[in-house]
């Protein structure tokens, strides 16, 4: 109220409007808010230090927070700042990454950097790569937020809560568990004792609650999986007809896994 006692708005020609204010105003107006969410079509920072375009709730969007989940890393700075990186040796999943990126995140560029060919280290062992590998990474404070909100990667514990997506529609978990394991999984025909060959693929995660979770995600497509423990590694295995179905249900894009599966 200013000094006249009349309201005085905020300018939204000049001025963002926080989304408590939102709220505010379209509850006096008798509205819950829903009309006024879908109207909403950019975002910025508290500041007013960065500007978005707000995303589509769509495949691409879930198959990217797949892809950061199994290879990709989300680098907090504060509230409001993240950095992602994208790491990997094949160039067509690196080509992927970067145009489903720029689908979702038009105004977002990512820069490319060859990765030291040694790695971290599991279980005391020095890991080597024997293939160059490249990291795509960009600034992207909004990418951060909505990976909080579904539980990938969060900046605060629980670092993992991947149940948040289990009620999304079918074809967003296909793409996020697409993107899982283009980036981090496995499939690969073998001998059973010698006699016949047999499909396997299978899932990789570090969090025991996330490979829990991923279980269930995978279920909601009518996929029964098994879960190994090797070392601090958890395998999420499908074999069988639960093979075939993610094989006829998960959009894989990874050109050598794809043609496996």
């Not at 409001?80 to 970067?98: H, I, K, P, S, W």
């Not at 009620?167 to 793409?175: E, F, G, Q, S, V």
């Not at 004792?193 to 269930?216: F, M, N, P, T």
Request: hydrophobic letters at 40%; proline letters at 5%; charged letters at 25%.
């Amino acid at each position: 109220v200013n000094p006249k006692g009349t309201f005085s708005l905020p300018d939204p020609r000049t001025r963002s409007i926080s989304l408590g204010d939102l709220k505010g105003f379209a509850a006096s107006l008798g509205d819950d808010g829903s009309a006024l969410k879908r109207a909403i079509h950019h975002v910025a920072g508290p500041m007013g230090n960065w500007q978005d375009g707000l995303p589509r709730l769509d495949a691409d969007l879930f198959y990217l927070l797949g892809l950061i989940a199994s290879d990709g890393a989300l680098s907090r700075r504060g509230k409001y700042e993240c950095f992602v990186n994208f790491v990997n040796t094949d160039e067509g999943l690196l080509r992927t990454f970067a145009e489903t990126y720029q689908r979702v995140f038009p105004d977002r560029s990512l820069g490319r950097a060859g990765k030291d060919l040694v790695g971290g280290k599991i279980n005391g062992r020095q890991i080597r790569s024997s293939q160059p590998a490249f990291t795509l990474y960009g600034a992207n404070p909004l990418l951060g937020l909505i990976a909080d909100a579904f539980g990938v990667k969060r900046s605060s514990a629980p670092r993992w809560d991947l149940a948040r997506l289990v009620n999304l529609p079918k074809d967003y978990i296909a793409a996020f568990l697409a993107g899982c394991f283009d980036g981090d999984g496995s499939v690969r025909i073998r001998q059973y004792d010698g006699k016949w060959e047999v499909g396997e693929a299978y899932l990789c995660i570090e969090d025991r609650r996330a490979a829990s979770h991923l279980q269930l995600l995978l279920k909601r497509l009518g996929i029964v999986s098994h879960l190994k423990v090797s070392g601090r590694v958890h395998k999420i295995t499908l074999h069988g007809r639960d093979l075939r179905r993610f094989a006829e249900v998960v959009p894989v894009q990874h050109p050598a896994k794809r043609k496996t599966l």
